[in-house]
């Protein structure tokens, strides 16, 4: 019985390392490029997170450690994303965080609404920060001049540290930003902002549509005008439905081979009632139904749909109201995380749901980014 024991685990380690050897020789090949971490993680995920993934890293790499000013001697290149050393880490995906992915979106291209404040800031920075260039719609309202300003510095900013950072970085590993005004309300304004992607990136093509401009201003229901009511739903819903449809189009037929991901910004307010927002919750609602649609029209073209869902996040729609420490104290104490969320907070599932190779096989799905509160609204 021993040497039956003894002769089936040589012949499982023999198995296992013919498998192994195509990874073994890839990995040690390309130990060295910029993108190389990148590879090991993906190929992580790809194999269900298995200590095999780990072997042929381990055994050419040596953990291959590279010490920078800000880390002590012992420390991994390579940590892990539930390694404690990322514990309580909020920056967004790719910038000052210690999660070592990068270039998840290089090469690719993507259009968003509303991108120069609150969370289209935040998830524009975090595609550029991945390597993806993006063409960001806005009012150009006078009060917003110091956000576009400030947006397009630290787009400059961040193409210069990954040029640092990379010294043969490629020009498809650098994310640029374009700028187009207009109202989303109005169709045209989409078809626009899709043509200026394809058109300014070199590509031809559109990968990802993030439609996230939206309005909400509490009012009472009795007394809500209707023009504000008006307003909301052409803002939220009717336009998400312009630029999802302009996004769709250039996907399905504009481009060879077809495909994309098409993020549609709801809420949690999509999920519960608000006595203040009965003009906007049934909007965020839409954007959900809206996603689960698409996903399902166009499904056949490689198109993924899906929806994020906001908790309470600090942005300018809603600062007013948290100014009142009673209640912003009250809102952290239902939130299990205990904190109101901050725009960054969308970055890295925005980058998730672009991406292809981390959720090519999500559509028609709804995230929440709530920090739980959802769960705890009992």
């Known amino acids: 019985m021993t040497c039956l024991h003894t002769y089936l685990g040589m012949h499982t380690l023999f198995i296992v390392g013919v498998c192994l050897w195509p990874a073994f020789l890839f990995l040690s090949c390309h130990r060295d490029t910029p993108n190389f971490q990148n590879k090991v ?8 997170g298995h200590v095999a993934t780990y072997l042929p890293y381990l055994a050419f790499n040596k953990l291959h450690t590279h010490v920078h000013p800000a880390q002590p001697a ?29 270039n998840l979106l290089a090469g690719k291209t993507a259009i968003i609404t509303g991108g120069t404040t609150g ?15 993006v063409a960001v719609n806005h009012l150009d309202l006078e009060k917003d001049r110091p956000h576009v300003e400030s947006l397009v510095a630290e787009a400059e900013a961040l193409l210069q540290q990954q040029q640092q950072q990379q010294s043969n970085v490629t020009a498809s590993a650098v994310g640029r930003l374009v700028l187009q005004t207009g109202d989303i309300r109005e169709p045209s304004t989409a078809a626009r ?18 439609s996230n401009a939206g309005i909400c201003t509490f009012a009472e229901f009795l007394d809500l005008d209707h023009a504000l009511y008006d307003s909301t739903v052409r803002t939220n819903l009717d336009g998400a439905f312009y630029v999802v449809q302009a996004a769709a189009r250039q996907m399905a037929r504009g481009q060879t081979p077809p495909g994309g991901s098409i993020i549609g910004m709801s809420s949690i307010s999509a999920l519960v009632g608000g006595g203040g927002q009965t003009h906007y919750t049934p909007t965020k609602a839409g954007v959900t139904s809206l996603m689960q649609s698409t996903a399902v029209a166009l499904g056949r073209y490689s198109i993924r749909c899906n929806a994020l869902l906001p908790g309470t996040i ?25 904190r ?3 725009p960054k907070d969308l970055g890295g599932p925005a980058v998730f749901l672009a991406c292809e190779e981390l959720s090519g096989y999500v559509t028609g799905a709804q995230l929440l980014v709530d920090g739980g509160l959802f769960v705890n609204l009992q």
Request: glycine share 8%.
């Open 41 to 48: 993680f993906l190929l992580q995920l790809r194999l269900g």
């Open 314 to 338: 600090r942005t300018q729609l809603n600062e007013e109201d948290l100014r009142d420490d009673a209640k912003r104290q009250y809102m952290e104490r239902r939130i299990p995380l205990g």
């Open 193 to 210: 902002l899709v043509a200026l992607c394809v058109a300014s990136f070199g590509t031809g093509r559109l990968d990802v549509c993030v």
């Open 340 to 342: 109101t969320g901050d």
């Open 74 to 102: 012992h420390t991994p290149a390579y940590i892990h994303p539930t390694h404690p050393a990322n514990k309580h880490t909020h920056t967004y995906l790719g910038v000052n965080s210690t999660m070592p992915v990068a």
């Open 119 to 133: 969370i289209g800031r935040a998830i524009t920075l975090a595609f550029i920060a991945q390597g993806c260039s």
